[in-house]
């Protein structure tokens, strides 16, 4: 899966998308400038229609590489697939309530939990790392981590998975040299896959959080400290509220994160520990008990609906967080 | 104060160490995983090995041309209509901006089980039309189209941000109309004035989508491609050693990539000042 990098602030800048009109857009200062204003008027409106034009293969390309998709799943999800008894095609909830069910029940909710778990790790820990940062006095070592930190975030998948097997696996080094299977370590749970996943959603957290520190007045600390404030009453009264709208939507975008991994657990642990994803690439290779074949695409909706619940609760915080590193 | 100080400063390394080892260990362990024989030495047999091992150069290939054929696409479609977007058509730019992030709502499992969803009207309702061929021709194992629709989807967020974040730090407007002043067409204005102002979001776009394209594992494995990132998790399961190399091997050009990224920005920047 592919994280997300620092989100940026969405504050579109009024004056530049308004430029586009005709009108007093530019002064035209020279005489000959003047005189080659005369056919602008005509070209002018022929370029207007080339700009729908020019989107228009975007639009295109998206209707058919993204509308397809969804209506495929919309679709899907309600209906009976063509392996079933009846030829397939007749709507149906069958899909939907299976899918909520017994094992599916079960990997969707660990997934919610491992995500919340590593989310919330990630959060704790990245915080007081990325202050340690970025208030380091050192220019050179804060861009060595946040560079550091942008190449990690982006490091899931299977190249993860294969070196956490070779440190923490069964017979990996520091496995070996610690004698950590004695003490009932195994890489391949619950508790397993949450240290390797920490390991992109860490540095991701220090990303996302520093700008937001960064955004923090060193005169706020002063003006505390001066009104008698200790460090931690300042975190307390003062930082914290502050930051609060960028660590929860930071926490939103690591359990989002989280949530949509795939590879990473899908080279590791298998099947071993139940996932959301790794059931719906289950089902999707034929694994699924004939009729059943749509349940997949019921299971996709499963996670389409999570996940936008978690954007909904992400795009208003980011909102909110932009207004205070303005 | 002075122990307070002294107090922040022992919080700060002790943070800094605990992390320093969480990230340090999983590297240098598998640095020697890599190399270690088992009888106490040293081998780099997995590193030469990696070249002769069946499948390595052909997924590589796939893989490259994959990702070169994306950013193409990515570009192409996404260029022209933020560019449109600034400059004839302010209204689509909100349009375009809530297609580019609905990406990011449909998690990759998801998105790749409704591609299968498509896929299976082929066979399914398709049979007798045209559109079976197509369905069958992107299908093509040498060259698959499919997954290039999947990348570019998965990219536009991303390199959305990317193009947004160079047109905010230039005049698309004012530009455009200072080249077509001096009498330029509109082609021209927006490939020999825009494109080059904006030659390091574009650059910042298309290593995103190169890093993107590389490490995708989940669409091409559950379609039943074999891209390097899927030969990398097929040969890991017979050789550890040699996928722990390449592992090892792929964030190092990851970080390669980014740091000559960075260095070309900071170049530029001074060029600037």
């Given at each position: 899966m592919t994280t997300?990098?620092?989100?940026?602030?969405?504050?579109?800048?009024?004056?530049?998308?308004?430029?586009?009109?005709?009108?007093?857009?530019?002064p035209a200062p020279t005489a000959s400038a003047r005189t080659?204003?005369?056919?602008?008027?005509?070209?002018?409106?022929?370029?207007?229609?080339?700009?729908?034009?020019?989107?228009?293969?975007?639009?295109?390309?998206?209707?058919?590489?993204?509308g397809l998709p969804a209506v495929a799943i919309a679709i899907g999800a309600f209906t009976t697939s063509s392996d079933a008894p009846d030829g397939g095609g007749t709507f149906t909830t069958a899909n939907l309530t299976a899918s909520l069910q017994g094992a599916y029940w079960t990997a969707l909710w660990g997934s919610?939990?491992?995500?919340?778990?590593?989310?919330?790790?990630?959060?704790?820990?990245?915080?007081?790392?990325?202050?340690?940062?970025?208030?380091?006095?050192?220019?050179?070592?804060?861009?060595?981590?946040?560079?550091?930190?942008?190449?990690?975030?982006?490091?899931?998948?299977?190249?993860?998975?294969?070196?956490?097997?070779?440190?923490?696996?069964?017979?990996?080094?520091?496995?070996?040299?610690?004698?950590?299977?004695?003490?009932?370590?195994?890489?391949y749970t619950f508790s397993g896959l949450s240290v390797v996943y920490l390991y992109f959603l860490v540095p991701l957290m220090v990303i996302t959080i520093t700008p937001a520190l960064e955004g923090l007045r060193v005169q706020w600390r002063e003006a505390a400290y001066n009104n008698g404030a200790t460090s931690l009453q300042y975190w307390r009264h003062v930082a914290l509220p502050v930051l609060l709208?960028?660590?929860?939507?930071?926490?939103?975008?690591?359990?989002?994160?989280?949530?949509?991994?795939?590879?990473?657990?899908?080279?590791?642990?298998?099947?071993?520990?139940?996932?959301?994803?790794?059931?719906?690439?289950?089902?999707?290779?034929?694994?699924?008990?004939?009729?059943?074949?749509?349940?997949?695409?019921?299971?996709?909706?499963?996670?389409?609906?999570?996940?936008?619940?978690?954007?909904?609760?992400?795009?208003?915080?980011?909102?909110?967080?932009?207004?205070?590193?303005? | 104060m002075a122990r307070l100080i002294d107090r922040i400063r022992f919080g700060r390394g002790l943070v800094l160490l605990l992390c320093g080892v969480y990230f340090a260990v999983p590297l240098a362990a598998s640095l020697y995983f890599s190399v270690d024989d088992n009888k106490g030495g040293t081998t780099f047999r997995a590193y030469t090995e990696l070249l002769n091992a069946p499948g390595f150069t052909d997924s590589l290939v796939l893989s490259l041309e994959l990702a070169g054929v994306t950013v193409a696409v990515l570009l192409l479609l996404l260029v022209p209509?933020?560019?449109?977007?600034?400059?004839?058509?302010?209204?689509?730019?909100?349009?375009?901006?809530?297609?580019?992030?609905?990406?990011?709502?449909?998690?990759?499992?998801?998105?790749?089980?409704?591609?299968?969803?498509?896929?299976?009207?082929?066979?399914?309702?398709?049979?007798?039309?045209?559109?079976?061929?197509?369905?069958?021709?992107i299908q093509d194992p040498g060259f698959p189209i499919v997954l290039i629709i999947a990348y570019v989807l998965m990219a536009l967020p991303f390199a959305y941000r990317a193009i947004d974040a160079g047109l905010r730090g230039v005049d698309v407007v004012t530009l455009v109309e200072a080249a077509r002043n001096c009498g330029a067409g509109w082609l021209r204005a927006v490939l020999t004035v825009v494109l080059p102002n904006l030659r390091s979001a574009l650059l910042n776009a298309a290593v995103l989508t190169v890093a993107l394209v590389l490490g995708e594992f989940t669409t091409a494995s559950i379609l039943g491609f074999a891209p390097f990132s899927v030969w990398i998790s097929s040969n890991g399961k017979s050789d550890g050693q040699m996928s722990v190399a390449v592992s090892m091997l792929s964030l190092l050009i990851v970080w390669l990539v980014l740091l000559l990224m960075s260095a070309v920005g900071r170049g530029r920047k001074a060029a600037r000042s």
């Open positions: 997300a990098p620092t989100p940026v602030p969405a504050s579109a800048s009024a004056a530049q998308s308004g430029g586009g009109a005709p009108g007093p857009a530019t080659a204003k005369a056919p602008r008027p005509g070209r002018r409106r022929a370029g207007r229609g080339h700009a729908w034009l020019a989107a228009l293969p975007l639009l295109l390309f998206f209707v058919i590489g993204f919610v939990k491992l995500s919340l778990l590593t989310a919330l790790i990630a959060t704790v820990v990245g915080l007081p790392l990325a202050q340690a940062v970025a208030t380091s006095r050192f220019r050179m070592f804060r861009e060595a981590v946040m560079s550091a930190s942008g190449v990690l975030a982006n490091f899931g998948g299977v190249p993860l998975a294969f070196m956490f097997v070779a440190t923490l696996g069964n017979s990996g080094e520091v496995t070996k040299k610690l004698g950590l299977t004695a003490h009932g370590w195994s890489l709208p960028s660590l929860l939507g930071g926490f939103v975008l690591l359990f989002g994160a989280s949530f949509a991994a795939y590879a990473t657990a899908e080279a590791m642990v298998g099947s071993s520990v139940p996932l959301i994803s790794m059931q719906i690439g289950d089902a999707l290779s034929g694994n699924v008990l004939v009729g059943q074949g749509n349940l997949a695409l019921a299971l996709g909706l499963d996670m389409i609906v999570v996940a936008c619940l978690v954007m909904a609760v992400y795009l208003p915080l980011q909102r909110r967080s932009a207004k205070w590193l303005a | 209509a933020m560019l449109a977007a600034r400059l004839g058509a302010p209204r689509l730019r909100p349009v375009i901006e809530v297609l580019c992030s609905l990406p990011l709502v449909v998690p990759v499992v998801a998105l790749t089980t409704g591609i299968i969803g498509v896929l299976r009207w082929g066979p399914d309702y398709l049979q007798d039309t045209p559109f079976f061929q197509t369905i069958v021709a």
